[in-house]
């Protein structure tokens, strides 16, 4: 695969993405100075994730914010395919999605499609995905959603609330559209082919506008939702899209919960977390201390510090002070290592106790079928 050539679909992420020209590919708006502006002046603050290009794209957010400011409410939705544990590249959308919820006091919804694992996966039973689903939903939960406001989804046990609605909108999706979306074959099970419309219902399951945080992965989806959401007398969701987290090997492809050396699960353990990075995380230092402190390092390009960049290190003087360290040569890729894996052991240490007490409480987060 040349430098050029990358894939992004919401089943397979590869190659070194060029963030220009996807934008360009799927028809999305670059986050301007202005809009970063708009939002600030809205809700009083930005967040660290917008001002460093984490969520870097989006579809009509201006909308969003025209609508709140003459007094119409929005509605949050995002989710989580669950093919197994939750990573600490799935709390990057999740994160921001509450910081939304709190500065805008909106409704969160929050899917777990463990149907379309089941149906993408040969490896999979429905039962596994569904066991996973509710695994997931505790980290959701330990982020500190509140549940008056905050409902998760479980496809199979929603589907009464949501296949009326995913009826309106697959009569409105023809295959041909679907089929040059995602690249459907002849092979493709048809529970594939109509999942689009169940992962577009729950845009539509309050009657007001929606803003949907997401990896840029699912965009297809939501481009499909939004060309018909008119046919169907409905708003067209907006969208705000985060970059794709690199897998602990490096540049190329993203965080995967199906790949185990290179991955942070939220389970991890201390031991586990500090040998994970250690052993595998990319490295932008020199081949020997000697020529590190004469060079330098390039922090574009390692991984210990992009995690910090994305979600580990909120205080932009404090990331500004170690990009500068490690392009200097001061700073030793061991030592960069060494912060990271503090940084998130702290983070993990809090996470998992959370985790476990949102297991008393996630009955108050589950939709009940209308």
């Known amino acids: 695969m040349s430098a050029d050539d990358f894939i992004v679909t919401p089943w397979h992420v590869e190659g070194d993405i060029d963030y220009d020209k996807l934008i360009k590919k799927f028809g999305t708006e670059r986050i301007s100075s202005e809009l970063l502006g708009r939002i600030r002046t809205v809700v009083g603050e930005d967040h660290f ?7 870097f794209s989006h579809r009509e957010m201006n909308r969003i914010l025209d609508d709140y400011q003459k007094g119409q409410k929005f509605f949050l939705y995002t989710g989580r395919g669950p093919s197994g544990h939750t990573h600490i590249g799935h709390l990057v959308p999740w994160v921001f999605s509450k910081w939304l919820q709190e500065k805008f006091d909106t409704n969160m919804y929050f899917q777990l499609t463990d149907d379309e694992k089941f149906f993408s996966k040969s490896n999979l039973t429905l039962e596994e995905t569904n ?5 997931n939903a505790l980290d959701f939960i330990a982020l500190g959603f509140k549940s008056n406001k905050t409902k998760i989804i479980i496809n199979t046990k929603n589907i009464q609330t949501l296949y009326p609605i995913a009826a309106q909108v697959a009569k409105k999706i023809n295959f041909s559209n679907t089929k040059a979306t995602f690249g459907f074959t002849n092979e493709t099970n048809i529970g594939m082919i109509f999942y689009t419309a169940l992962q577009s ?6 009657n007001k506008p929606v803003l949907i945080p997401l990896g840029v992965d699912q965009d297809p989806h939501f481009r499909l939702t939004r060309d018909i959401a008119p046919k169907i007398g409905k708003l067209k969701p907006a ?7 690199p897998a602990l090997e490096g540049p190329g492809g993203k965080m995967s919960a199906s790949d185990n050396n290179g991955t942070i699960y939220t389970t991890d353990s201390p031991n586990v977390v500090k040998k994970k990075i250690n052993k595998h995380a990319f490295s932008g230092g020199q081949p020997d201390i000697e020529q590190h402190r004469k060079i330098g390092g390039n922090p574009d390009i390692d991984v210990a510090y ?6 580990f290190e909120p205080d932009d003087n404090k990331l500004k002070a170690i990009y500068e ?4 040569g001061k700073l030793l ?11 998130i052991n702290d983070f993990l240490s809090i996470h998992q106790e959370k985790r476990e007490k949102a297991k008393d409480k996630i009955h108050e987060f589950l939709l009940e079928n209308k």
């Open 49 to 55: 994730m917008l001002r460093r290009g984490i969520f």
């Open 333 to 343: 890729s061991g030592e960069l290592k060494a912060i990271l894996i503090e940084k």
């Open 325 to 328: 360290d490690y392009k200097s």
């Open 201 to 206: 219902a729950p845009c539509f399951i309050e």
């Open 306 to 311: 992009q995690y910090l960049r994305i979600f």
């Open 239 to 245: 969208l705000i899209h985060n970059i794709m987290i």
């Open 131 to 135: 066991k996973f689903a509710y695994e």
